[in-house]
C-alpha cells in the first residue's frame, strides 16, 4: 500500500484493487453529539431515575371526583337561586370550574394522565370540547406547534397579530385605530382577556366544520360542541329568563376568558422572541422564552400546575403533580451552565406583559431580546 493510501484513506493504491477487486466507500463517520443534547439527556435521565416521568391516575381521578363535585355544588346553588341576579355569581363559580378542567384537559393532550394515548385523546376531547367549548383537534394543532417552539415569530400561533401585537415589525405597520390601539394594548390586556373564551368558542366552531381541515373524531367533536355552546346556554335562558339568562352566559364567558387568559398569559408573553431563521438548542428553547410563577400552593391549584412552566416545556409529559418537585433539579441545571432562569410572583409577571405590550405598540423591541438572539445564532 502506498504512502498515498495511508496518508488518504479515501485514495485506494492500484495494488490493493488489483488485489481485493472491490471498490469500498470508507465510513462516514457521525457528526458528535451536541454538548446541549449530551447534557439534557443526562438532565432526563436523573429526572426519570426520580421516578418524575411516573404518571399516576390515582391523584387524576382524585382531582376530577373533586371537580365533580365542585359542579354538582355550582349545579345545586344554580336552580337554589332561581330567577335572581345572585345568579352572576353561579356565572364566575362556573367559569372558575370550567377553567379547572381545562387544566385537566391540558394534562390529558400531553398524555400526562394515561399510558394509552387514545385515552389521554379522548380524557382530553371530553373535557376540553363539553366543559370548556374549545375543540381539541384545534388545540393540538395550534398548542403543538407552540411547544416545538415557544416565541419564534411566524411559527408560535400564541403570538400571531391579533387584537394584541407582539411583534414591534407587525406593530409599525399598523395604522389609524389599530396604530392607536398598539400604542396602549397593555393597558387593555384585561379587558381583552374577558373576549378570549368567545375567541376560543367560535374557533372551535370554524375548525370543526371546516371539510378541509383534518379533525380526528369530528362528530364527536360537534356533538359535544352542540352539549355545551348551544344547549347548555339555552336550558340557562329558558330557566333564567331572557334578561337573567343572558346575562348569565356573558357573565360566564368573560369570567372563563379571563381565568384561563391570566392563567396562560404570565407563562411566555413578554419572553424574548425568537427570528424565524434561528435555531436554538432544546434546552435553551425551552427554558430561555418560559417563566415561572411563585407564590405558593394557591398558586399551584389556580394556575393548574403550568406556573412551573420552564419544567412542563423540558418535560410536557410529566405529571403537573411531579413539576414542583423536578424544579430544584432543573434549577441547579441552569445555575451550572449558566442558562437564565426565569421565576417572577404572578403581580410581577403581569405589570412586566403589560409594560411589554405597550413598549411593542410603540415599536420599542424587547431589551432581552438581541442580546440572546446573538448568542443563539451560534447554535445553529
Known amino acids: 500500500m502506498s504512502s498515498a493510501t495511508l496518508d488518504n484513506p479515501d485514495v485506494l493504491d492500484e495494488t490493493v ?44 381521578v382524585l382531582r376530577i371526583i373533586r371537580q365533580s363535585i365542585g359542579y354538582l355544588a355550582v349545579f345545586a346553588l ?19 370550574m370550567c377553567t379547572q378542567t381545562a387544566f385537566i384537559s391540558h394534562d390529558a393532550a400531553h398524555r400526562q394522565v394515561f399510558a394509552s394515548a387514545k385515552k389521554n385523546a379522548w380524557l382530553a376531547r371530553i373535557s376540553g370540547n363539553l366543559f370548556v367549548g374549545l ?25 400571531d397579530p391579533g387584537a394584541l401585537v407582539f411583534d414591534p415589525e407587525n406593530a409599525a405597520k399598523r395604522t389609524g385605530f389599530a396604530k392607536w390601539f398598539a400604542r396602549r394594548q397593555g393597558a387593555f390586556f384585561f379587558p381583552l382577556l374577558t373576549l378570549a373564551a368567545l375567541d376560543l368558542h367560535i374557533a372551535a366552531v370554524k375548525r370543526v ?40 352566559v356573558a357573565v360566564q364567558i368573560m369570567g372563563l376568558g379571563l381565568y384561563m387568559g391570566c392563567a396562560f398569559a404570565p ?39 403550568l406556573n412551573y412552566q420552564i419544567e412542563h416545556h423540558l ?19 441552569c445555575a ?3 442558562i437564565t432562569y426565569t421565576e417572577t410572583t404572578l403581580g ?8 411589554y405590550l405597550n413598549k411593542v405598540g410603540l415599536g420599542q423591541r424587547d431589551p432581552f431580546e438581541c442580546p440572546i438572539t446573538a448568542s443563539m445564532r451560534t447554535a445553529r
Open 336 to 338: 451550572e451552565r449558566n
Open 209 to 248: 366544520l371546516d371539510r378541509k381541515q383534518i379533525v380526528p373524531e369530528r362528530k364527536a367533536e360537534i356533538a359535544l360542541l352542540v352539549v355545551r355552546l348551544v344547549l347548555l346556554p339555552a336550558f340557562t335562558i329558558w330557566f333564567l329568563g331572557w334578561g337573567i339568562g343572558l346575562a348569565f
Open 267 to 305: 407563562n411566555h408573553k413578554g419572553m424574548p422572541l425568537v427570528p424565524k431563521d434561528v435555531k436554538i438548542d432544546f434546552m435553551r428553547r425551552q427554558t430561555l422564552m418560559s417563566r415561572n410563577i411563585s407564590g405558593g400552593w394557591w398558586v399551584d391549584v389556580g394556575m393548574g400546575g
Open 315 to 333: 418535560f410536557p409529559t410529566m405529571s403537573s403533580k411531579n413539576l414542583k418537585a423536578v424544579q430544584p433539579m432543573v434549577r441547579e441545571y
Open 78 to 96: 344554580f336552580l337554589t337561586l332561581g330567577q335572581s341576579w345572585w345568579q352572576m355569581v353561579t356565572a364566575v363559580l362556573f367559569a372558575f
Open 135 to 159: 375543540s381539541y383537534g384545534w388545540w393540538m394543532n395550534k398548542h403543538g406547534k407552540h411547544h416545538l417552539n415557544p416565541n419564534k415569530i411566524g411559527v408560535d400561533g400564541d403570538i
Open 17 to 60: 484493487l488489483d488485489e481485493t477487486a472491490v471498490l469500498t466507500k470508507p465510513a462516514r463517520k457521525r457528526p458528535a453529539r451536541d454538548r446541549h443534547v449530551t447534557d439534557f439527556i443526562a438532565l432526563t435521565e436523573q429526572v426519570r431515575a426520580a421516578g418524575y416521568m411516573e404518571r399516576d391516575i390515582k391523584w387524576y
Open 348 to 355: 410581577q409577571s403581569y405589570m412586566i406583559v403589560m409594560r
